[in-house]
């Protein structure tokens, strides 16, 4: 709690029964440090049902968060298997990208913010535009094969060698 006096950031991702004991909750470290930016990690999110149960990468962002789903191509025997760490990445980067721009809002404005970055919120994230579609069309999330791509300039081919070429073009009636 020495530290906490003068730091900027405050980062746990501890559970809030945890946190509760330890006694450093926002308001315990506030009291401390009123103007320190406060962040918390979570696997379901700070709010609902599952606020106070953990999660891991494979639980919370790849299986619960849809990742799984999305990359496992339609009739596969059993769902793809994900990189380590793969969802704690993507969700550091974004606890990250919220410490700068809560330290870039305190330094404008002199409040400091609580952050809250879950795993399962990470995933949906990045799912947002397959999330979007099935809402809009009421229909599953999609799952492409390369086979199905709706697009055939943005798709990998296998060249006559045995390698891969990857076309990366969005816009299709000017590219075709």
Request: glycine share 10%.
């Amino acid at each position: 709690l020495k530290l906490v006096e003068t730091a900027d950031v405050f980062l746990t991702n501890f559970l809030p029964p945890a946190r509760r004991k330890l006694r450093i909750d926002l308001d315990d470290i506030r009291a401390i440090n009123p103007r320190i930016v406060y962040v918390r990690g979570h696997g379901q999110g700070a709010r609902g049902p599952d606020a106070e149960k953990g999660g891991y990468d494979a639980a919370s962002f790849w299986s619960r968060g849809g990742i799984a789903h999305a990359l496992t191509p339609a009739g596969a025997a059993a769902p793809i298997m994900q990189r380590a760490a793969f969802g704690d990445s993507a969700g550091g980067m974004t606890v990250a990208g919220g410490i700068a721009a809560a330290l870039f809002h305190r330094e404008r404005t002199g409040e400091p913010a609580v952050i809250d970055v879950s795993l399962l919120g990470t995933a949906m994230w990045i799912l947002a535009p397959d999330i979007v579609m099935s809402r809009l069309t009421d229909q599953e999330m999609p799952v492409f094969t390369r086979t199905e791509a709706p697009n055939p300039i943005v798709n990998s081919y296998r060249t006559r060698d045995g390698r891969w070429l990857f076309l990366n073009m969005l816009q299709p009636d000017r590219f075709w």
